[in-house]
T-cell receptor, first 112, second 113 residues
Framework: QKEVEQNSGPLSVPEGAIASLNCTYS??????FFWYRQYSGKSPELIMS????GDKEDGRFTAQLNKASQYVSLLIRDSQPSDSATYLC????????????FGKGTRLSVIA | DAGVIQSPRHEVTEMGQEVTLRCKPI?????LFWYRQTMMRGLELLIY????????DSGMPEDRFSAKMPNASFSTLKIQPSEPRDSAVYFC???????????FGPGTRLTVL
């Protein structure tokens, strides 16, 4: 069973703080990794992708990947109330355009 | 581009009735995915098509579920007969060649009474 695990939360952080979201995956051969943001009642929206070990930064977002530990994280700097959403970790466990396996998501609440 | 289009946005039906969900992928995309999302199980892949051909339907819960993609611009997911446990949000997503181009439609919220 190929699995992606996330803490369901809620994770509460004060406005301006760093939010840290974590994800582990079961398939060591996984190729690519994604973070989706889903606002309540809306569809998932891709915000970050990462393919190799290390950090990838995009604005206030940083994705971190450690394939040896089978661990992916998302850091959100200077958190804003508008960042309050559920964050889904998704893993492509094969190469190419194959379906993603999603975690159940972590609910983030940024308190003003 | 209008993005992935799904209809209806909301569907309320009674147990035993047939339900048909519709999806129009982004023009030019060659893969289409049907997902179901519930609080308990999260986002689950039901079936996906590549170039209109079903590739993997192992996520389809049982024979009551069927999906078709008669052409590159249209797909349906049918539930017959529907049951209360089918209540969920059903998402359609499409992509072109790479998983990081996967875009979701707005979803259909299905309630089976």
């Amino acid at each position: 069973q190929k699995e992606v695990e996330q803490n369901s939360g809620p994770l509460s952080v004060p406005e301006g703080a760093i939010a840290s979201l974590n994800c582990t995956y079961s398939d060591r051969g996984s190729q690519s990794f994604f973070w989706y943001r889903q606002y309540s009642g809306k569809s998932p929206e891709l915000i970050m992708s990462i393919y190799s070990n290390g950090d990838k930064e995009d604005g206030r977002f940083t994705a971190q990947l450690n394939k040896a530990s089978q661990y992916v994280s998302l850091l959100i700097r200077d958190s804003q109330p508008s960042d309050s959403a559920t964050y889904l970790c998704a893993v492509n466990m094969n190469s190419g355009n194959t379906p993603l396996v999603f975690g159940k998501g972590t609910r983030l609440s940024v308190i003003a | 581009d209008a993005g992935v289009i799904q209809s209806p946005r909301h569907e309320v039906t009674e147990m035993g009735q047939e339900v048909t969900l519709r999806c129009k992928p982004i023009s030019g995309h060659n893969s289409l995915f049907w997902y179901r999302q519930t609080m308990m199980r999260g986002l689950e892949l039901l079936i996906y098509f590549n170039n209109n051909v079903p590739i993997d339907d192992s996520g389809m819960p049982e024979d009551r579920f069927s999906a078709k993609m008669p052409n590159a611009s249209f797909s349906t997911l049918k539930i017959q007969p529907s049951e209360p446990r089918d209540s969920a949000v059903y998402f359609c997503a499409s992509s072109l060649d790479r998983p990081d181009t996967q875009y979701f439609g707005p979803g259909t919220r299905l309630t089976v009474l």
